[in-house]
């Protein structure tokens, strides 16, 4: 087997299976990805039915990235056959006596900014619009009809397999133990044997810190465990894609669902509400307490959403200490490349794998990536107190 190559991919999850694929449409065969489980495991972030993907974000530098991010999915449609992306729209509410609704304000001042339209709405325009939910306080929301779901399995599993069409190499079952720069590259030490390259991309998710500790690099990274959960409601016609949005409850928690898709039921989580664990640690147990929550809020404010609970699925969050996404080079190692997705980044994952296949290839991108460099302060300042909220 082949093992030398121009650029090799670590981590096949939503963002380094969009790499391999964006560095595939150029390179072809000097292309190696390596992952250490089965393609479509369950174990770290990119899993599941359903992401949302949006144009509302808190922060401009996202927005300017959303619309590439819509083209970088299309792109992969046209070429594939298969669908990833499915309009919903979304409703985003904080009540008006919160001390988070100023979020919405953030919100709105950041789409203002980029020129994303939007609607203001309060509890009346949102249960005009959407019967199913009940609130019974004033809130000040926002709909965007923009937003949607992209297929993380389906986007996950279509981005492999056009990148082996395209002719690169996509190892699973390969666990990495260690990386070795050399003058003229990289080498990466697994238990199938060593593979060499001129450059590398890092995109390991919850195990980035553990395999950058061979090159003395450390982002501090904190991993959570988080959770959703299917209810297989009985009013199906009621939460059908085109009849129910995506939505987002900003207040003591950020409580967000979608409509029925993947399964025959609802799905729901709490953002960023699980501990923190290692790859190691981490279980696969759903945690009671968050579902109770989520259940009490849903009861209260949308119960035709609830059912039977179908199940509770858990995943890890990959986390900067400000939350934001992590794309560089190595200063000490320019021919590494590092990214991490901070926990929502997989609607962005297609164009991410296209930045970094540039940034491999030709040594820059004019996407605007600088507000997630490697220095900041959320990365060099150990006393940098962690913000995890969205």
């Known amino acids: 087997?082949?093992?030398?190559?121009?650029?090799?991919?670590?981590?096949?999850?939503?963002i380094g299976s969009a790499t391999a694929y964006w560095l595939s449409r150029r390179k072809s065969k000097d292309v190696l990805g390596i992952e250490q489980f089965e393609h479509g495991h369950h174990h770290g972030g990119s899993q599941d039915h359903s992401r949302i993907i949006r144009l509302t974000y808190y922060y401009p530098q996202y927005i300017r990235l959303a619309p590439a991010s819509y083209a970088a999915w299309h792109t992969l449609e046209e070429e594939s056959g298969i669908q990833m992306v499915f309009k919903t729209g979304s409703i985003q509410f904080s009540p008006v006596d919160h001390p988070y609704r100023y979020e919405i304000d953030k919100y709105t001042n950041a789409m203002d900014e980029t020129g994303v339209p939007y609607d203001r709405v309060d509890a009346d325009e949102i249960a005009k619009r959407f019967p199913q939910f009940r609130l019974k306080y004033e809130v000040d929301g926002i709909y965007q009809a923009d937003t949607g779901l992209v297929d993380a399995s389906r986007?996950?599993?279509?981005?492999?397999?056009?990148?082996?069409?395209?002719?690169?190499?996509?190892?699973?079952?390969?666990?990495?133990?260690?990386?070795?720069?050399?003058?003229?590259?990289v080498t990466?030490?697994?238990?199938?044997?060593?593979?060499?390259?001129r450059k590398l991309i890092v995109t390991a998710g919850a195990w980035t810190d553990r395999l950058l500790t061979s090159v003395n690099v450390n982002l501090s990274l904190t991993v959570t465990q988080e959770q959703v959960t299917y209810y297989a409601t009985p009013n199906l016609p009621d939460f059908a894609i085109g009849k129910f949005p995506i939505f987002i409850s900003h207040a003591d928690e950020s409580i967000y669902g979608f409509p029925i898709y993947g399964e025959v039921a609802t799905k729901v989580g709490i953002d960023a509400s699980g501990p923190a664990v290692t790859t190691d640690t981490r279980t696969y147990d759903p945690d009671a307490e968050r579902e109770r929550r989520q259940e009490a809020w849903l009861k209260e404010n949308i119960p035709g959403f609830l059912g039977p609970k179908l199940y509770t699925k858990t995943c890890l969050y990959t986390m900067p200490k400000d939350r934001?996404?992590?794309?560089?080079?190595?200063?000490?190692?320019?021919?590494?490349?590092?990214?991490?997705?901070?926990?929502?980044?997989?609607?962005?994952?297609?164009?991410?794998?296209?930045?970094?296949?540039?940034?491999?290839?030709?040594?820059?991108?004019d996407y605007p990536i600088e507000p997630f460099a490697l220095q900041r302060d959320a990365i060099t300042d150990p006393n940098f107190k962690p913000v995890f909220r969205m």
């Open 155 to 185: 986007g996950n599993a279509t981005h492999v397999a056009m990148a082996r069409y395209r002719g690169a190499t996509m190892l699973d079952n390969c666990e990495a133990t260690r990386i070795i720069p050399t003058d003229t590259g």
């Open 324 to 365: 934001h996404f992590v794309i560089d080079t190595l200063p000490e190692h320019p021919q590494i490349i590092v990214c991490v997705g901070a926990g929502h980044a997989y609607k962005f994952s297609g164009i991410l794998g296209k930045i970094l296949s540039e940034l491999a290839i030709d040594g820059h991108t």
């Open 1 to 14: 087997m082949k093992t030398d190559y121009e650029y090799i991919v670590l981590g096949c999850g939503g």
């Open 188 to 197: 990466i030490e697994t238990k199938q044997g060593n593979f060499s390259c």
